[in-house]
């Protein structure tokens, strides 16, 4: 024999509603505590969280008075309320038919001068074989990038430096030629042999 489903929240709350519209009375808690299980099959752990919820939706009343809780709904509230809800949701669904004619007005605009025609394929064909050729084009630019003339400035620069480097080293040489010549008496053709420096070896131009 199979165990016998329990209620579910929403199937409670109806039930505990039910108890209110029927009596069309004002209830402490310990009240509903009583005649919810009874009456209605709702399960006592459950019945204060159940109240809650529905004080919390707006559909049951309460009160506090002294030190007491009184609860309250009545059918003409409920009703008033399953109004609001409709129009709140009418008022939704309205809005939602709008965005979807927005939608479909721009979707249409869209494709205003995009329908598949001869024209339009040749364009399209057109389009993609300039973008081919920019892209070759840009490649063989950059294999032109060394004549450009900011680049052929920046090299014009490095190449004098270079040279200015070239020259210290050259004044260097010669410098270290003259000392040993006069220390040693050492000639040229010898000072190049021992130090491997060529016989043609001066300034650059």
């Known amino acids: 024999m199979s165990k016998k489903k329990g209620l579910s929240l929403d199937e409670k709350r109806s039930r505990m509603m039910e108890i209110f519209f029927e009596t069309k009375d004002v209830f402490q808690l310990k009240d509903i505590e009583k005649i919810a299980p009874k009456q209605k099959g709702i399960t006592p752990m459950s019945v204060k969280d159940v109240l809650q919820s529905l004080v919390d939706d707006n559909m049951v009343d309460s009160e506090r008075v002294g030190t007491s809780n009184y609860y309250w709904a009545f059918p003409s509230k409920a009703l008033h309320a399953r109004k609001n809800k409709l129009e709140d949701l009418e008022s939704q669904i309205s809005e939602a038919k709008q ?107």
């Not at 032109?144 to 260097?172: F, I, Q």
Request: glycine share 4%; net charge positive; hydrophobic share 35%.
């Open 99 to 205: 965005r979807k004619a927005s939608v479909q007005k721009a979707v249409e605009k869209a494709k205003v001068g995009r329908q598949d025609t001869k024209e339009r394929g040749s364009l399209l064909k057109e389009l993609q074989a300039l973008r081919e050729e920019r892209t070759q084009l840009q490649a063989e630019l950059e294999k032109y990038r060394e004549c450009d003339p900011e680049v052929v400035e920046e090299m014009r620069k490095s190449n004098g430096v270079a040279k200015d480097a070239v020259s210290r080293w050259t004044d260097n040489v010669f410098a270290i030629k003259s000392w040993t010549k006069k220390k040693f008496n050492f000639d040229d053709s010898r000072m190049n042999k021992a130090f491997g420096i060529p016989e043609d070896f001066d300034y650059m131009e």
